[in-house]
């Protein structure tokens, strides 16, 4: 899996590349932590869905 992704950030209102933050197996599914490195905007992911925000 990777470690970055392209994300539109809607505080910078611009495309980053969020890095992972935290990963972790539940029993529903992955779970990770996706983070802006321009403003530290967060987001949480399951098995690749995004929950937005964080
Ligand atoms: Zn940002």
Known sequence: MSL???VDCPNCEET????????MNL????KT???CPECGYGFVR???ISTLPA
């Open 33 to 35: 932590k996706w983070r």
């Open 16 to 23: 980053r590349s969020f890095y992972r933050s935290a990963a």
């Open 46 to 48: 399951i098995n690749g």
């Open 4 to 6: 970055e992704a392209e």
């Open 27 to 30: 029993h529903l599914g992955e």
